[in-house]
């Protein structure tokens, strides 16, 4: 499923060449190139509303770029100098972003994904601009350990990024991933999450075509996001794809059924390590 990592970055192509770009993805062309969906996709065979909301897909991918890029700007000029990327798929974030000297960023991935962005990188002669480290790895194996090995420091401040990834994990997937993250966050570090939106999954998989990303969602948003990661040690805030997307020059007007994006949007900064959490509130 890491395929649709390349469909990602097919997107982030098109945008790059907007002239109001809210960014420039250097090297998502060339990933969409060597994935075989450039210079276009191959479309499902569905019908007008289908093709809508692949659209909406699309857009919710170009905001949530623009806002995890912000949440990392600011992290940074906080002082964190950790960054780790979990299911990393073709992000270029190590390569397209300024960092500040001394940032480590770590993606973690399985090792196909892994291999395949190795060699167009290669191909592209790419240099990050930061210490770039890959770490080959499972999400459902001891990944903790597989990220101190490649030398992740518990005890410093980290900014984790999950994108585009807790929509395709079950509730207690979901659960287990946070609980592991808050274990090696140290106070000052900061979490940026993107969940599906309430009701998505009745809204775009109910008709899905079979084996499109989403006929694979099985997660939302909790009714309580703000409570449900105080849980989990964190402070939140809980923003919508519509509000985002209007901060940013993009204002989108009432959707029709299915037509708006899986869009919720989280930032969350950790102010000390939780001895214990609560029950996740209203998660579905």
Not at 37 to 56: F, I, M, Q, V, Y
């Amino acid at each position: 499923m890491w395929a649709t990592a390349v469909g990602v970055a097919r997107v982030r192509a098109l945008e790059t060449e907007r002239v109001n770009a809210l960014f420039r993805d250097p090297l998502a062309r060339a990933f969409a190139v060597a994935g075989g969906l450039w210079p276009s996709s191959p479309a499902p065979a569905d019908d007008e509303a289908g093709r809508r909301r692949r659209t909406a897909v699309a857009f919710s991918i170009v905001i949530r770029t623009k806002f995890l890029d912000d949440l990392l700007r600011q992290a940074s000029a906080s002082g964190v100098r950790q960054v780790v990327l979990l299911g990393a798929g073709m992000d270029s974030r190590a390569f397209r972003m300024d960092w500040p000297e001394g940032t480590r960023l770590f993606e973690i991935d399985t090792a196909a994904p892994l291999d395949f962005k190795a060699s167009v990188l290669r191909q592209e002669r790419a240099v990050a601009r930061c210490e770039r480290i890959t770490v080959a790895t499972d999400l459902r194996a001891d990944w903790p350990a597989a990220l101190a090995a490649a030398g992740h420091d518990p005890a410093a401040p980290t900014a984790w990024i999950a994108e585009g990834l807790l929509i395709y994990l079950p509730e207690d997937a979901v659960e287990a991933l946070l609980t592991r993250i808050g274990a090696r966050s140290a106070a000052g570090s900061r979490m940026g999450l993107t969940l599906g939106s309430r009701g998505v999954i009745e809204r775009f998989g109910a008709d899905a075509v079979p084996g499109s990303a989403a006929s694979l969602w099985v997660s939302e948003m909790p009714e309580d996001p703000v409570g449900w990661l105080a849980g989990h040690g964190w402070e939140a805030e809980s923003h919508t794809l519509r509000e985002r997307a209007a901060a940013y020059g993009r204002p989108i007007g009432t959707p029709a059924r299915g037509e708006e994006g899986p869009g919720g949007l989280i930032s969350a900064v950790r102010k000390q390590r939780a001895t214990s959490r609560r029950p996740s509130p209203g998660h579905p």
